[in-house]
């Protein structure tokens, strides 16, 4: 079983086989991410006072 969370819910996912393919697809998009300076860099500035976070989580239990 793995829990995704989205955007606007939590799917509990218990196909192997769509298992899989969400491990691939965070697999892809971990390899593809920046994080600290180089996100910061690669960002556009937000306006004043405001912030943003963007979270993708694949918890398996």
Known sequence: MTTVET????LTITGPREIAMYGRTF???AELSVT???ARAASPPLPAGRSHRVMVALDSH
């Open 7 to 10: 955007i606007t819910a939590e």
């Open 27 to 29: 697999d892809m998009l």
């Open 36 to 38: 600290g300076d180089a």
